[in-house]
Each structure stands twice: as structure tokens, then as C-alpha cells.
């Protein structure tokens, strides 16, 4: 209400069945959670958790002295894993749509967990989000499901990428980062001071047009010669020293996917939506309360690929974890049709 908060009390009547051969209790399918607790008290508890990144054991003491209800921290911990299930075949579609749409990123990072360390790799396009665990960082993974991928692929400059057949658009902003920091080390060195320098000078103009036009082809086309020229004079310079040998040789290398989106449309230049999806992880991956086992991680990134899913879309994550739906696409143009026509929802 609009000055506190009323209790309220629901009784649910529902169907068991037990299966004659293995004595396994279990509900109607259209029963959607489990147990005797409702689905808006779980989904308010999911929502805690992966949206407002609050521990579990805070999520039990909060429902308690809110509901006057006596749940412990496991289960919660079992809401969690009712609704990672719930859910799995809306990951299982948004992880296809990304292995085949037409621009992807990709990022990773560290996980403990108490089979030992992992590792946590998101897949991103503009709109849509998916988290997958691997036991190592090994790319044989990724490579195997990204064996016939038809789009553009943005990352950094991890070498189990380079496998992945199809243009590729190495991060920018990465390439930047570790220009500076070699300056750092090398101030003195006039040598890498001109290759950074032709580098920024190359790189400005190309991001104004970036800010005025947005990533067009059409636009960005003219800065072509321009890099054909800055590569021209990278190999006709003489290098003296191994810091500077060492740049020259890295921007070689990958001469072909620095530039990847001056030939195609809305290709970013940078890998930023991964970059922020990962910090999403990361700030769940705090609230995860000592190590979690493999089964754990899954069903977190099964949730926490639906939370990201739903921002990307302007979609409340709470209201679609209570509305039942199992579409994102779905759910959201059925709101907007209701916002629109001013009916309420």
C-alpha cells in the first residue's frame, strides 16, 4: 500500500502425482515453480539475487521479517535452481540465436568454484545475452560452437579466437590500452613515440566520423586509404628498438581485423558490450557466497542471461519472472501494445 505494507496470505490447491514404478512425486506441467511456496514469492527472491545482487542468506532473512514466513538459506538456494530450469529452454533459444546471428562479442573471466577455477564467456549481440562455464580457458569450446558462425565476431586479442573462421574486429580500445602502457614503460623511446603517434592520428579522424555518422560503411569508406598509408610507412620506417619492433610486429599481424567495420555497417570498432556484460558477472560473482560447484555457476548464468536479456530490451526483469512468460520478445511487445493503447497491464 501506498504507506506500508499488508500481509497477505494465498491458499494453493494443486495436483501431485507419483509415478507407480520409481515412487517419484512430481507436479502438473503447468505447474510452474516447485514446492509449497507461490511463484511471485520466488520470483521476488530471483529478482534479489540476480538483479539486485543480494546474497542468498539476506534474501531468507528479508522474506522472513517481511512475510513472517521461516525459510532458510537453502531454499533459496532452491528457488534458484526451480527457476534456472524454469527457464533453460529460453537460454538454450537465445544461446542459438547468437551461435547464428549476424554480429557477435565475446568475453571471459575467472570463476571459483569447488571443483577448482573456470572460466565464465559471454556472448553478446546488440540486444540479446547468454553465459556459458568452461572448466579451463581453452578455445575449443567456443571454436566448436562457433564452427559455422555467419556474422562478424568483436573481441580482444586472445589467440583462441584467431581459429574462428569469419571477419573479425579486434577491440580498439584493448589495442589503445596497450599502446599506452608500453609507453609507460619506454617514455624515452622516440622510435614507438612516432609508431603510437601515426596510430592516433590515424585512429582520430575515423572516430569523429564514428560520432557524426554512426558506423556506415559509406561513411567510413574514405578512411581506407588512410590505413593503407599508415601501413605503408609502419613497414618502410626503420625500427632500432625491440619495444618498437615489438608494435610494428603486433599491428602487422593484425592488420586484417583492426578495420573490420570500415567495410560493413553497424559494426562497433570496440568490444565494449561484452566488456559490460562480463562486469555484470563480476558483480554477481561477489555476492556468490564462498565457492559454488558447476551445477551452481549454470544455473546463475542461465539466470543472469535472462536478467541482461531483458535490459538489453527494456523489459522489467521482475514483471516477466511473475507474468510466467518464457518469450522476452513476447512479453515485451505484449507491454508495449498495452502501454501504448493505455489499457492497463
Known amino acids: 500500500m501506498r504507506y506500508g505494507v499488508k500481509r497477505w496470505i494465498a491458499r494453493y490447491v494443486i495436483q501431485r502425482y507419483r509415478c507407480r514404478a520409481c515412487l517419484r512425486t512430481f507436479y502438473a506441467p503447468g505447474w510452474r515453480w516447485t514446492g509449497k511456496y ?23 532473512i ?6 513472517g514466513l521461516n525459510i532458510s ?8 535452481s526451480a527457476a534456472a530450469h524454469n527457464y533453460k529452454n529460453t537460454y538454450d533459444k537465445l544461446l542459438k540465436r547468437l551461435c547464428k546471428g549476424r554480429l557477435l562479442h565475446i568475453d571471459e ?39 559455422n558462425f555467419p556474422g562478424i565476431l568483436v573481441t580482444d586479442f586472445y589467440a583462441a579466437y584467431d581459429a574462428i573462421e569469419c571477419p573479425q574486429q579486434k577491440c580498439l580500445i584493448h589495442l589503445i590500452r596497450d599502446l599506452n602502457e608500453e609507453l609507460l614503460k619506454h617514455p624515452y623511446d622516440d622510435g614507438l613515440k612516432g609508431i603510437v603517434g601515426d596510430f592516433t592520428g590515424l585512429l582520430r579522424p575515423i572516430v569523429e566520423t564514428v560520432d557524426r555518422r554512426g558506423l556506415k560503411c559509406r561513411f567510413l569508406g ?8 599508415f601501413y605503408k610507412r609502419l613497414t618502410a620506417e626503420f625500427v632500432s628498438s625491440d619495444a618498437a619492433k615489438k608494435v610494428v610486429d603486433r599491428l602487422k599481424k593484425n592488420r586484417d581485423t583492426l578495420f573490420t567495420f570500415l567495410d560493413y555497417d553497424d559494426v562497433p570498432w570496440n568490444n565494449n558490450n561484452a566488456e559490460h556484460a562480463i562486469k555484470a ?14 551445477k551452481g555457476i549454470h544455473e546463475y ?16 526483469f521482475l514483471d516477466f519472472l511473475r507474468s510466467g512468460s518464457k518469450n522476452i520478445d513476447s512479453f515485451a511487445m505484449v507491454r508495449s501494445s498495452s502501454s501504448f493503447s493505455g489499457k492497463p497491464v
Not at 538459506?73 to 534458484?80: I, P, V
Not at 548464468?301 to 522489467?316: A, P
Request: glycine share 6%; hydrophobic share 40%.
Open 281 to 294: 558477472f563480476a558483480m554477481l560473482r561477489h555476492v556468490i557466497e564462498g565457492t559454488t560447484t558447476e
Open 38 to 60: 507461490g511463484p511471485d514469492l520466488i520470483a521476488y527472491a530471483i529478482y534479489q539475487n540476480i538483479e539486485l545482487r543480494v546474497p542468498q542468506s539476506l534474501i531468507a
Open 62 to 67: 528479508g522474506i522472513n521479517k517481511l512475510f
Open 301 to 316: 548464468l542461465v539466470l543472469l542471461s535472462v536478467f541482461e536479456t531483458c535490459k538489453f530490451k527494456n523489459v522489467n
Open 222 to 229: 574514405k578512411h581506407k586509404r588512410s590505413v593503407v598509408r
Open 73 to 80: 538459506r537453502s531454499m533459496t538456494n532452491k528457488f534458484k
Open 109 to 147: 573471466t575467472s570463476i571459483s568454484v569447488k571443483e577448482g577455477n573456470g572460466y565464465v564467456w559471454v556472448l553478446t549481440s546488440m540486444d540479446e545475452v547468454a553465459y556459458f562455464y568452461t572448466p579451463t580457458r581453452e578455445g575449443s569450446t567456443i571454436q566448436s560452437m562457433l564452427k
